[in-house]
């Protein structure tokens, strides 16, 4: 089977696009192995790296594509680590103040000469020692195509240079960029953040209109989604499938590592690592599945695509019962490197409907006053990775108008796919039309909120926790339409 990424041809792989905004899609591989992957017999043993035995050590959390029921794999177009900070205070040996919260990703591509992969890592330099946190970011390439390779400025253009670096025994280079060398007053960057913040990283990968390879780096730290750095591998000769940034169980990568996704806390750089004197940070890890960003479904502990580490770090699973909403969760404490979750202890819920563009929200069912959990969609499906729990289910199309509601039960270990029938907004009653009742429901709760006495969750037509004018009108305009 062939089909088209981006004018590109890719063989042996299928394709859901993402948008007709900017062409990023999922691309799941059901096929032989690329050309130069290394494939195994057996699914793979997550080892810890650069000696990882204990702490120190790159804590967060890693999808490196094994679960309890075995190996999988997935590659996409568009990732994302997210950092929820509370507290955050480290030290290094030295008492010099100062860590990184590293998302790291790996991109493969093959050509007509074979498969390259390339270490992608969008980074935030943080200084905790100071009042605030301090926030810097930066990106680095790394070549993965082949044991001990380095990076040549012909190969690659960007905003960056091509650094040296010199490891134990071995030499290499590296594409590095921090833009607060050229560009200071970039929105959100190397300011001082007041906690909690939540930082968000995201890589795209996409086919530039000369048939070469991109990644954009991308950061929001509260100052909207800032894209810093567009890296093309240039001189790309016979691109025949851009694979995306690939999590795989079964394979290592030509130069002997894993394919992860992993958002971590280490040192500043260098191989430095620092310690943990207090923090309370939230770790989460996302992939857009061609209809929406999913949470993964397996986790570690720690990656093991960096030199840096921290240690005194409790890094464990946990979730916001309000809405299922699952992360690592990092305090301060003796640590074990293990596995977080896997598909065994969570749920999966797959929505089906005929909208084209909409608003899943996720609500604990016993705990309604909760704050929803909010997943926008494309193309009618929308799949949400949560903690076993039953759930109310709201479904609002692109006009943000109620479609659906009802309650899901997930167990720990199921999947359940669920394909609803669209109501027409403002049928407040459901009895499959908008009438004068529902006027009358409507007024009876008219300018309630949440938790009010008259409060009824049915009249909130919009879903904004006010019952107003905004639902007034939606009723109004769809007055008399039924179901035939």
């Not at 793979?44 to 890693?62: K, T």
């Not at 607060?180 to 990283?201: E, K, R």
């Not at 929308?382 to 289910?393: F, I």
């Amino acid at each position: 089977m062939i089909v088209f990424l981006t004018g590109i041809f890719c063989p042996l792989m299928v394709q859901t696009p993402k948008d007709t905004l900017n062409g990023n899609g999922i691309i799941t591989e059901n096929s032989n192995s690329p050309v130069g992957m290394k494939r195994l017999n057996l699914q793979l043993n997550v080892q810890p790296h650069f000696n990882y035995s204990q702490e120190p050590a790159p804590m967060g959390i890693a999808d490196f594509g094994i679960s309890s029921s075995g190996p999988y794999e997935y590659a996409t177009n568009d990732s994302v680590g997210i950092a929820t900070i509370t507290s955050l205070s480290t030290n290094i040996s030295s008492g010099l103040p100062g860590m990184t919260l590293q998302f790291n990703v790996n991109l493969a591509f093959n050509t007509s000469l074979g498969q390259y992969v390339y270490g992608i890592q969008d980074t935030a330099f943080i200084n905790s020692m100071v009042q605030g946190l301090y926030v810097d970011f930066g990106d680095s390439v790394w070549n993965g195509s082949a044991p001990l390779a380095n990076m040549s400025a012909s190969g690659v253009s960007g905003n960056g240079v091509i650094v040296p670096v010199q490891w134990p025994g071995q030499e290499t280079s590296f594409y590095g960029w921090n833009p607060s060398q050229a560009y200071p007053s970039l929105p959100g960057n190397d300011v001082y953040l007041t906690s909690p913040v939540t930082i968000t990283f995201n890589v795209t990968s996409t086919v530039s209109s000369s048939g070469e390879p991109t990644v954009s780096f991308a950061y929001d730290d509260g100052y909207g989604l800032i894209t810093y750095d567009t890296v093309t591998f240039t001189n790309v000769t016979g691109l025949t499938c851009l694979t995306g940034f690939e999590v795989n169980g079964f394979n290592l990568g030509p130069d002997g590592e894993y394919y992860e996704s992993s958002l971590i806390l280490g040192g500043p750089g260098g191989g430095l690592n620092v310690t943990d004197i207090q923090s309370d940070v939230q770790l989460q890890l996302e992939y857009w599945n061609g209809h929406n960003y999913e949470l993964v479904s397996s986790a570690y502990n720690f990656g093991r695509d960096t030199a840096e580490g921290i240690d005194n770090v409790s890094c464990g699973f946990s979730c916001y019962s309000g809405n299922g909403t699952m992360f690592a969760e990092i305090v301060p404490g003796a640590g074990q490197l293990g596995e977080l979750y896997d598909e065994s202890q969570i749920g999966i819920i797959n929505v089906t409907s005929a909208l084209t563009s909409g608003t899943l929200y996720v609500t604990n069912a016993s705990d309604l006053n909760a704050t929803p959990w909010q997943i926008p969609f494309v193309n009618g499906d929308v799949t949400v990775t949560l903690y076993p729990e039953t759930y109310l289910l709201r479904v609002y199309n692109q006009n943000h108008e109620l479609s659906y509601e009802g309650n899901l039960t997930v167990s720990a270990g199921q999947t359940l796919a669920r394909a609803i029938t669209l109501t027409i907004p403002g049928d407040i009653n459901g009895d499959g039309r908008v009438s004068l009742s529902d006027l009358i429901i409507l007024a009876r709760a008219y300018g309630s909120t949440l938790g009010a006495a008259n409060w009824n969750p049915e009249a909130d037509i919009i879903g904004n926790g006010v019952i107003g004018l905004n639902d007034l009108a939606i009723l109004v305009r769809h007055d008399g339409q039924h179901y035939s």
